[in-house]
């Protein structure tokens, strides 16, 4: 029984840690794109522009990708108690799809061997 004691606890400590990777994500987006913006205006002549639009863009798709984090999380907090519906949270943009997987695939090894150790049985 002293395991059950430990496991929420434990729970909510690699949850942080899926925050953490969030907000990192959100950085990531704006330096990805901002950067991918600062090469096109290398190639294009045309310094400031693309690099402070892509920054912007990325700040977006940033904001998406935690919005509908929070806004999936909430639904499944709600449809634990009930019988369930069928929604899947509709479509995402496009660029938020991009920073979700970089994020995802940057923040694994850190993540994910964290929360194997932590808490699972």
């Given at each position: ?13 690699g949850?942080?840690y899926?925050?953490?990777?969030t ?20 190639w ?6 693309f690099?402070?639009?892509?920054a912007f ?20 907090g709600?449809g ?8 899947g ?6 660029a938020?799809?991009?920073?979700l ?8 090894p850190w993540s994910?061997?964290a929360?194997?150790?932590?808490g699972?049985?």
């Amino acid at each position: 029984m002293a395991g059950d004691n430990r496991d929420p606890a434990a729970r909510g400590f690699g949850q942080g840690y899926e925050y953490v990777a969030t907000g990192f994500t959100f950085a990531f987006a704006i330096l990805l794109f901002g950067a991918g913006g600062w090469a096109l205006d290398g190639w294009l002549h045309t310094r400031p522009l693309f690099a402070i639009a892509g920054a912007f863009l990325g700040g977006f798709a940033g904001f998406m990708n935690i919005y509908y984090r929070v806004k999936r999380e909430t639904e499944a907090g709600k449809g634990e108690g009930g019988g369930g519906g069928g929604g899947g949270g509709g479509m995402k943009p496009y660029a938020s799809l991009i920073v979700l997987g970089v994020g995802r695939w940057c923040w694994r090894p850190w993540s994910g061997g964290a929360r194997r150790g932590s808490g699972r049985r």
